[in-house]
């Protein structure tokens, strides 16, 4: 994803281009002329051939403004959404508001909606789909549409326009440096905004009941049943999203045919990254690589190496196993994970609850862990 951020200038960006055919001219020698370029499917080319081709980003200036512009969000959500209600019904009857939302449903369909409300009341709205992408393009786009709209309704040429939306990652490109990710759709606003003049970004706080919000809200959500335009390009945005997640689930699709069987009894799940277990103390970690690695005080590995000395059986009556410190009875109840293995709700390695170590103590042949599930 790294490749497709580059510009086209970009040296490694060059090298991604396939190969060119050159034009020979009959009249000189070939070996005067440039030869073909070669069609070697390099390391780098073949990177940048896992994802779709999306539009490139130009190297652009970062925005200063000449004078300090005023935070986007300067109090907590409540509070800025009762600031936004009085502001609004303190504007000129003529101002025109475009409220703009964007949306992803469950299935990765990015939409966008916006209304425009004069005097509080709604004049015109609009909503769309977009291509492979993610919120944060639909609410540019849905902000960019807005502003087209508003033009093109707008009765004088300084009549004052906000933009209203409750992304503040968008807003804030939106009137600064645009993003890589729909970079052209950043400078096409500012381009329009700075023509007319009379153009600001505000940010509205997202599901406070502010009309105008909850309108496009509702609006955007109900495009993403619309059809995907066609010849669509990937969002950067997209991209990036899709090779963080395209890794892990590889992962996980090996892990769940490749796990020890011990691993797999114990319901344990790897990671790519440092296991959390890492952070429990000593005690702990011994008693949970022991289960893993069936290397421990357990009657299957003193049988294995014929340790004619060792016991076998707990005091509580039960045959030692991996897992038996999870349900043995001379555990306090309040700590113990159940009575029986069969109907033991879950392990101490799964890690599916945040765990609080509170205190440790000696019961019978183990070290016992207290734990408070949370």
């Not at 509080?120 to 807005?146: K, M, Q, W, Y």
Request: proline share 7%; hydrophobic share 35%.
């Amino acid at each position: 994803a790294r490749l497709k951020s580059l510009d086209e200038a970009h040296p490694l960006a060059i090298r991604t281009r396939p190969p060119r055919q050159p034009t020979y001219h009959d009249l000189i020698k070939r070996r005067y002329q440039i030869q073909a370029e070669s069609s070697f499917r390099t390391r780098l080319r073949r990177a940048n051939e896992l994802f779709a081709p999306c539009t490139r980003p130009k190297l652009v200036y970062r925005c200063f403004h000449q004078e300090q512009m005023p935070p986007l969000q300067t109090a907590s959500k409540e509070k800025s959404a009762d600031a936004f209600s009085r502001w609004v019904e303190s504007l000129d009857p003529l101002t025109l508001v475009v409220y703009s939302d964007g949306s992803l449903s469950s299935e990765g369909a990015a939409s966008y909606g916006f209304t425009i409300h004069q005097n509080n009341i709604p004049i015109f709205d609009g909503s769309g789909r977009l291509g492979p992408a993610e919120v944060f393009d639909a609410e540019a786009t849905g902000a960019l549409e807005g502003l087209k709209a508003a033009l093109n309704l707008r009765e004088l040429a300084t009549q004052n326009i906000f933009i209203c939306l409750d992304n503040l990652a968008a807003a804030t490109c939106l009137r600064g440096t645009p993003s890589e990710s729909s970079q052209d759709v950043f400078l096409e606003f500012q381009a329009l905004a700075a023509s007319h003049g009379a153009t600001q970004v505000r940010w509205v706080p997202g599901h406070t009941n502010i009309p105008g919000n909850e309108q496009a809200d509702k609006l955007a959500k109900a495009a993403s049943s619309l059809p995907e335009p066609e010849g669509a390009q990937p969002a950067l945005a997209y991209l990036r999203r899709i090779a963080r997640q395209q890794p892990k689930e590889a992962f996980e699709a090996w892990w769940s045919t490749s796990a020890p069987e011990q691993y797999k009894r114990l319901n344990l799940k790897a990671t790519t990254g440092c296991p959390p277990e890492l952070s429990l103390p000593r005690a702990a970690l011994h008693h949970l690589l022991a289960a893993r690695s069936l290397h421990g005080d357990f009657a299957a590995y003193h049988e294995r190496f014929d340790h004619n000395d060792a016991r076998l059986v707990c005091s509580c009556g039960r045959r030692k196993a991996p897992d038996h410190i999870f349900y043995c009875r001379k555990v306090p109840l309040r700590y113990r994970q159940g009575s029986d293995p069969l109907h033991c709700k879950s392990t101490w390695t799964t890690y599916k609850w945040p765990i609080s170590i509170t205190s440790t103590c000696r019961r019978s042949d183990y070290l016992v862990i207290h734990y408070t599930w949370t």
